[in-house]
T-cell receptor, first 112, second 109 residues
């Protein structure tokens, strides 16, 4: 089982460039999430999708957009990257309710 | 707005000791509380999940408890080993999953 797969694993962008981080899960989960992790800040929720067709803002949505393409895939887009968006990004999913959450291995993004 | 706090931020203990990590949350209307482990530069590994109707869960040397009324959870690690050194994160779930900032644990050989 692949679980939650994130691509790419590493990326370097120049300020102002755009890119899309991809996330896919093969567990038929309803809910999907995007987080960023910065030193000393823990994991902060950027956006989440409680079910296919819905998306909601988390704690730190500014500078990001998301698309829940179908039940399997949830992408995160940076339209104009800034150095403050240098971080490690994690995607997660769960079935919903009180079920266990599963995480991808992360995307390490550097904006120069 | 749910807030999750973990104390202490860092902890060093000699090998073999039992230890307790603390997690508190402000809104008791949660579906579950989940503990994770994260090694440096790696992703999150799920350790224990406690449903809102449960009081505790055990896996090997790990035991997690949940007290919704007081907004607290603890992770108890028995007979600590150097391999337990990692950052431990707790998360609560209502309509979204919110994390604490973690406790960095260092087990001294």
């Amino acid at each position: 089982n692949a679980g939650v797969t994130q691509t790419p694993k590493f990326q370097v962008l120049k300020t102002g460039q755009s890119m899309t981080l991809q996330c896919a899960q093969d567990m038929n989960h309803n809910s999907m999430y995007w987080y960023r992790q910065d030193p000393g800040m823990g994991l902060r929720l950027i956006y989440y999708s409680a079910s296919e067709g819905t998306t909601d803002k988390g704690e730190v949505p500014n500078g990001y957009n998301v698309s829940r393409l179908n039940k399997r895939e949830f992408s995160l887009r940076l339209e104009s990257a800034a150095p403050s968006q240098t971080s490690v990004y994690f995607c997660a999913s769960n079935l919903g309710g009180g079920t266990e959450a599963f995480f991808g291995q992360g995307t390490r993004l550097t904006v120069v | 707005k749910q807030e999750v706090t973990q104390i202490p931020a860092a902890l060093s203990v000699p090998e073999g000791e039992n230890l307790v990590l603390n997690c508190s949350f402000t809104d008791s209307a949660i579906y579950n509380l989940q503990w994770f482990r994260q090694d440096p530069g790696k992703g999150l590994t799920s350790l224990l999940l406690i449903q809102s109707s449960q009081r505790e869960q055990t896996s090997g040397r790990l035991n997690a408890s949940l007290d919704k009324s007081s907004g607290r959870s603890t992770l108890y690690i028995a007979a600590s080993q150097p391999g337990d050194s990692a950052t431990y994160l707790c998360s609560s779930r209502d309509d979204k999953i919110i994390f604490g900032k973690g406790t960095r644990l260092h087990i001294l050989p």
